[in-house]
Structures are given as structure tokens and as C-alpha cells.
């Protein structure tokens, strides 16, 4: 069975918590502990196959807290960066990871590296400061996937985003050959643990 690694990236109160547990439960739940960083399991089927699905949701990161960063984007397969649409800063910081995630990934990654950017909060366009024609641009800039979602409203976009990003990264992996998948993921679960102290869940 292969092991499929993901962290959620994004400003404080962007909404990572919600888009995830979206996509885990299809429920949105209205507000969530955010002084712990979380690690997610899920067993998921796609295009008939099995996986492990880990994701890390770590507490929030400022622009210049590049350190919460490091470990995370070295562990993770592919990355959701999230902001919020109606909030000009949480998007100038996900332009910011995005070029972390880039910078760190130069050596190692050859090709592109699964992101996907999602402008969360859709239904608070009536305060929108971020267009999605800009969120588009900053993703194509990045060779990235790119959606809006609604966490609050809507299910089936998350679970597309997801999707996509899910086969994107096997493709990622198909490619690079790389057997680490089978190597077990219970250590580096374990080593996520010691870095942050996080909590684990399963969904
Ligand atoms: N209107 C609206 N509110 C949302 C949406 N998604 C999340 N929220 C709210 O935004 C707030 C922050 O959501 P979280 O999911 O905790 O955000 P987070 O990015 O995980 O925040 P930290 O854990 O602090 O990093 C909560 O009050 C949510 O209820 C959405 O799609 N629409």
C-alpha cells in the first residue's frame, strides 16, 4: 500500500483546519484548536488503489517563521497552501511558502513539486481583496493547481483539490522512483512527533 504524505500551509485562521477536516469528514465544523500541530490519517481509494494518507496540519505560520516550515517541507509528498480571499495578507504569506516550498525543493526535485493553492473563504466574497484571476496568476507563476473553496459551504471542490493533488503525487512519485513509499511511514510519524510534540488523529 503506498503512503501519500500532505501539509497544509497558510496563515493563521486561513482556514487549513476547516479545508481539511472538509475533506476527512465532509463536515465543516466551525472552529478548531489551533495551538497544536495535528498529524491526520486517512486509508483513501483512488483509481482503485490503496493508500495511507497522512496529513500534517501544523499550528500557524507568519511569513517569517521560516522554521515551523522546514521539516514539513521536507517530509511532505505534496503540499495545500491555503489563504483567505478576503484577506490581502494571508495571501502575500502563501506567495511566500510557495517560495520556500520552491527554494527548499531546488536540490532534491527535479520537476515540479505537487502544490496546490487554494483561496479559501468563497463565501465572503462581498469582502474579497484577493481576485481569483490574481490567485490563478500567483499559481501559474508557480506551476501549481489552484482553486477557490468554500470550507463552510462546499465539500465536492475540496475533495476534487484533493483528488488531484492525491494523483499528482503518485505521478510525482511514479516517476522519481522513489521506494521510500514502502519503507513504512510510522517513523517519520515519529519523527514529525518529536520535532513539534504534535497531536495524531485519525479521521
Ligand atoms: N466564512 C468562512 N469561515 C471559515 C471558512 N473556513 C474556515 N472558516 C473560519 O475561519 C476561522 C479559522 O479557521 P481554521 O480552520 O481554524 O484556520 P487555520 O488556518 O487552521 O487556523 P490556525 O490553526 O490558527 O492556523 C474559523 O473561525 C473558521 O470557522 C470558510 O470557508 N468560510
Redesign the pocket.
Known amino acids: 500500500m503506498n503512503d501519500i504524505k500532505l501539509a497544509l500551509l497558510?496563515?493563521?485562521?486561513?482556514?487549513?483546519?476547516?479545508?481539511l477536516v472538509r475533506f476527512l469528514t465532509k463536515r465543516f465544523i466551525?472552529?478548531?484548536a489551533?495551538n497544536a500541530n495535528s498529524l491526520y490519517h486517512k486509508r483513501f481509494s483512488i483509481d482503485g488503489r490503496q493508500l495511507n494518507l497522512e496529513v500534517f496540519?501544523p499550528?500557524?505560520q507568519s511569513g517569517e517563521s521560516r522554521c515551523i516550515l522546514e521539516e514539513p517541507v521536507d517530509w511532505a509528498d505534496g503540499f495545500v497552501v491555503?489563504y483567505t480571499i478576503s484577506d490581502r495578507t494571508s495571501f502575500l504569506n502563501a506567495k511566500n511558502i510557495l517560495a520556500q516550498i520552491k527554494e527548499s525543493r531546488r536540490e532534491t526535485c527535479k520537476g515540479e513539486v505537487p502544490i496546490c493553492l487554494v483561496g479559501?473563504?468563497?463565501?465572503?466574497c462581498h469582502s474579497r481583496q484577493v481576485s481569483e484571476e490574481e490567485g490563478r496568476c500567483l499559481a501559474q507563476e508557480n506551476k501549481c493547481h489552484f482553486q477557490e473553496?468554500?470550507?463552510?459551504?462546499n465539500y465536492l471542490d475540496i475533495s476534487n483539490l484533493f483528488t488531484k493533488l492525491i494523483r499528482h503525487v503518485m505521478e510525482h512519485l511514479k516517476h522519481r522512483g522513489d521506494l521510500r513509499r514502502y519503507s513504512g511511514s510510522k517513523s517519520m510519524a515519529k519523527l514529525i512527533n518529536n520535532v513539534f510534540g504534535k497531536r495524531r488523529k485519525s479521521v
Open positions: 497558510g496563515s493563521e485562521g486561513a482556514g487549513k483546519s476547516a479545508v466551525g472552529e478548531y489551533s496540519d499550528c500557524s491555503v479559501n473563504k468563497q463565501d465572503l473553496v468554500s470550507a463552510a459551504e
